[in-house]
């Protein structure tokens, strides 16, 4: 994989990797940026949600988990001093549903962590990765 990060102006940049996708990032006001768009660390725990997202809806698609909607919300606090890294990363699943298993659900994010998503593989070796399920049943509808 390659990548090209050009800059526009301030703190301003505009990165493209292989897929042709521009994805713009900006530095806060108060660093000097005009905070137009993502910072590049927010950047590192959005893919890492999409990266293990993408595995996990793939895999409960295939074993037919009856989910009606997905979503994850990724936590990563960081150091108070530069470098500012995360010191651990929380994710949490949200599947919602009707009937849905629990072991269905931590199956797909097990083999999403343990297997395909490259993401984690690389962050994992250097920041703790922990992982919550909440399933909320979808109620009757009328």
């Known amino acids: 994989m390659k990548a090209n990060v050009q800059f526009v102006k301030d703190l301003s940049f505009v990165g493209k990797a292989s897929s042709g996708h521009l994805v713009p990032m900006d530095g806060a006001v108060e660093v000097g940026g005009a905070n137009l768009a993502s ?8 893919g890492l949600g999409g990266c293990t997202g993408m595995d996990v809806v793939s895999i409960m698609k295939k074993k037919r988990v009856p989910f009606t909607d997905f979503w ?4 990563a606090p960081q150091n108070e001093d530069h470098p500012k890294v995360f010191t651990s990363i929380t994710i949490t699943y949200h599947v919602v549903g009707r009937g ?3 072991a ?3 199956r797909a994010i097990e083999l999403s962590i343990e297997k395909y998503c490259s ?3 690389m962050l994992r070796k250097a920041v703790p990765i922990e992982t919550k399920i909440e399933i909320h049943e979808k109620g009757q509808e009328n």
């Open 100 to 102: 849905i298993k629990e």
């Open 39 to 46: 910072r590049p660390i927010e950047l590192l725990l959005i």
């Open 104 to 106: 269905d659900v931590a």
């Open 72 to 75: 994850m919300e990724l936590e």
């Open 119 to 121: 993401a984690n593989a």
